[in-house]
C-alpha cells in the first residue's frame, strides 16, 4: 500500500491551470505570527512546504477541501475555485 | 451567456440537481451551474444514498440506470482499540426483499453526472466547468441572478438556488453564509481500492449486489473526535478517515499518514489485502449542527443541502437532505412564481416544509450532539482502550479467576474516571441525542 502522499496524489487526475487559486496574503505573518504552522500538517495534498523564509505552496495538487481557508490562524490564506473545469476532476469521488 | 432564466442553480450536487429535477418538470426555465468540469467531478461523500429521498425526485431511479454500486445489507459497528477490536453487526433479509433500495453505495463522480442528467432530460440547462464568482444585486439588495467566470458570464434569474457544497468559497464571499469555524466541519480524506467482486463478496460474507458499510469509532482518529469507515462497492473498497478540524490544528497529525495508519490496523489490513489504491480525495463534512444552520432565506435567493449545513453526523445522512432540501426549495420557489413574490416572504414554503420534514426535526434533535463529542474527548482516547482491555482481559485464559480480572478491570477504569465523571457523560450523552 502507497505511504508517501505524492504517491496518493498521483492517483487523481488535475487539470493544471497556470493561475494559482491559493495563495499566501502575507508571508511576514507566517514567519511572525505563526509559530504552530498548522497548515503544514492539516492539509491532506501537503500543499504547504517551509522553505527557508517563506511558506511555498504546491496549488496544483490542491484537493479542494477548503480546509486552509479557516484553518489557518491568521486567515492568511486566500483561497478561491480554481477556473471552471480546472482543478481536481473525480473519477468515482 | 447573458440570458434570461427564472431560476439560477449553483452546484449540480444532489440538493441542485434535485431542485433543477423539480423546477424543470414544473415548466420553469432553469439552469444548472457547475464548476467541475462534469456533475460530480468536484464532489465526495462516504458514498452511501437513500432511495426514499432519491425516489421522490426520480421514482424507479434503479429502473433508469442509476449508476448504483451495492445494496447495503448489512451494517457494522465496530469499536478499535490500536491493536484490536470490538464488531457489532445488523444484517436482515429485508433488506434485499425491499422493491425499492434503502440504502446503497455510490461513487459520486459517476451518480452526480447521471442525477443532473436526469434534470437536463427534463429541461433544465446543465453548464458545467463554469464557477459562479458573484450575485448580482439590484439596487435594493435583491439577488436577481449571478456572475461566473466565463466572458460575459453573468446570468440574470427571478431566483438564484446556493447548492455549491459545504465549502462554499461563494458564500464566504458574498457574505450569505459565515465561514464555518474549524469547529463546524470535519476534515475527511478517503481512499478508493480496487478489489475483485468475488473476492469482495468473500470477505464481507454477501452476494453480488449487496453490500455492507462499517461505521468505526475508536483510537484510530489518534484521539482526535472523528470516525472513519469502509463501504462496499462493486469491486473496490471505499475507505475514509477523517476528524473536526479543530482537531487537526492543534494535533500534528497528518490525515494521509492517519489514513494509512487506518490501512494498516489488524482490523482493515485483511479487508483491503492484495487492493489496489485507485483514488485519494478529500472534502469536509458539515458538523457544526442546528446551531450552524444559516439563513437559508432571503430576498431572491434560497440555500440547500450542504452548504445550509444540513447534515446529521450521527446518522452519516447528508446526500439525503441535500435531494430534499434542494426539492423543498424548488418546490417554494413554484410557489413564489404563482404568487409573484420572489422575497423573502415569497419564498418562506421552503421554510416551512423543512420544519415540517424529518430535517429540521432532526437537525434539533441531535443539536446538543456535536457539542457532547467536542467536550469528552475521551470517547476517542481512554474510552475505547478500557473497552478493548477489559474485552482482551476477559478473552485471555491464563489461570487468573474471572473475579480477580473484573476487579482489576474495574480499579483501571476507576482509575481514569470517577463515577460522578461517568455519570456525566452518560447523562450528557443521553441528552444530547434526545
Redesign the interface.
Known amino acids: 500500500?502507497?505511504?508517501k502522499?505524492e504517491d496518493?496524489?498521483f492517483?487523481?487526475r488535475f487539470?493544471v491551470n497556470e493561475e494559482a487559486h491559493i495563495k499566501i496574503i502575507d508571508q511576514g505573518l507566517c514567519n511572525t505570527r505563526c509559530e504552530?504552522e498548522?497548515c503544514l500538517?492539516?492539509c491532506?495534498?501537503?500543499v504547504y512546504r517551509r522553505e527557508k523564509d517563506r511558506i511555498v505552496v504546491a496549488y496544483e495538487g490542491c484537493?479542494?477541501?477548503?480546509?486552509c481557508?479557516?484553518?489557518c490562524?491568521n486567515l492568511n490564506i486566500e483561497?478561491?475555485?480554481?477556473?471552471?473545469?480546472y482543478?481536481?476532476?473525480?473519477?468515482?469521488? | 451567456m447573458n440570458e434570461e432564466f427564472d431560476v439560477a442553480v449553483v452546484g449540480a450536487g444532489p440538493a441542485g440537481a434535485s431542485a433543477a429535477h423539480v423546477l424543470a418538470a414544473g415548466g420553469v426555465k432553469t439552469i444548472l451551474l457547475e464548476r467541475g468540469e462534469s456533475a460530480g467531478a468536484k464532489n465526495i461523500s462516504g458514498g452511501v444514498l437513500y432511495g426514499h429521498d432519491l425516489a421522490q425526485i426520480v421514482p424507479d431511479f434503479a429502473g433508469k440506470s442509476c449508476p448504483y454500486e451495492r445494496n447495503i445489507v448489512e451494517s457494522r459497528l465496530w469499536f478499535l482499540s490500536k491493536e484490536g477490536g470490538f464488531s457489532t453487526s445488523y444484517r436482515d433479509k429485508v433488506f434485499y426483499e425491499r422493491r425499492s433500495l434503502n440504502a446503497f453505495t455510490v461513487g459520486r463522480a459517476k451518480f452526480d453526472r447521471w442525477f443532473a442528467g436526469q434534470a437536463s432530460q427534463q429541461g433544465a440547462l446543465l453548464v458545467p466547468a463554469t464557477v459562479v464568482t458573484d450575485f448580482i444585486r439590484d439596487g435594493s439588495g435583491r439577488v436577481t441572478g449571478v456572475k461566473t467566470d466565463r466572458p460575459d458570464g453573468d446570468v440574470s434569474a427571478r431566483v438564484v438556488l446556493l447548492a455549491d457544497g459545504i465549502n462554499s468559497a461563494l458564500a464566504a464571499k458574498t457574505g450569505f453564509r459565515p465561514e464555518p469555524k474549524p469547529v463546524d466541519v470535519a476534515l475527511a480524506v478517503k481512499e478508493v481500492i480496487g478489489l475483485p467482486e468475488e473476492v469482495i463478496n468473500d470477505r464481507f460474507n454477501v452476494e453480488s449486489g449487496q453490500g455492507v458499510t462499517i461505521e468505526i469509532i475508536g483510537e484510530v482518529t489518534g484521539g482526535m473526535d472523528g470516525i472513519a469507515v469502509i463501504y462496499t462497492n462493486k469491486n473496490s473498497l471505499s475507505l475514509c478517515i477523517g476528524a473536526n478540524l479543530s482537531d487537526f490544528t492543534k494535533n500534528r497529525i497528518k490525515p494521509y499518514e492517519m489514513l494509512d495508519e487506518f490501512k494498516a490496523h489488524p482490523m482493515v489490513a485483511p479487508l483491503i489485502k492484495g487492493g489496489v489504491p485507485k483514488e485519494y480525495m478529500a472534502h469536509w463534512i458539515a458538523e457544526g449542527g442546528y446551531d450552524a444552520i444559516p439563513k437559508l432565506t432571503g430576498d431572491g435567493w434560497l440555500i440547500a443541502g450542504d452548504s445550509g449545513m444540513l447534515f446529521n453526523a450521527l446518522h452519516r445522512e447528508g446526500s439525503n437532505m441535500a435531494m430534499t432540501s434542494g426539492r423543498f426549495a424548488a418546490e417554494a420557489v413554484m410557489e413564489a412564481f404563482k404568487k409573484g413574490d420572489f422575497t423573502r416572504r415569497g419564498l418562506e414554503g421552503y421554510q416551512s416544509r423543512l420544519e415540517g420534514s424529518y430535517i429540521m426535526k432532526d437537525m434539533k434533535k441531535y443539536r446538543r450532539f456535536g457539542p457532547f463529542r467536542l467536550h469528552h474527548h475521551e470517547l476517542f482516547t481512554s474510552l475505547p482502550a478500557l473497552a478493548a482491555h477489559g474485552a482482551r482481559e476477559m478473552l485471555t485464559v491464563d489461570g487468573v479467576p474471572k473475579k480477580e480480572k473484573q476487579g482489576a478491570i474495574w480499579r483501571k477504569i476507576r482509575r481514569e474516571f470517577s463515577p460522578l465523571e461517568m455519570l456525566e457523560i452518560l447523562w450528557d450523552g443521553m441528552r444530547s441525542v434526545r
Do not use: Q
Not at chain 1, 484537493?63 to 480546509?67: N, P, Y
Not at chain 1, 482543478?87 to 469521488?93: E, S, V
Open positions: 500500500m502507497t505511504t502522499v496518493k496524489l492517483l487523481d487539470k504552530e498548522p500538517y492539516f491532506p495534498a501537503n484537493l479542494e477541501c477548503g480546509s481557508r479557516i484553518g490562524p483561497w478561491r475555485y480554481p477556473v471552471g473545469g482543478g481536481i476532476a473525480h473519477k468515482f469521488g
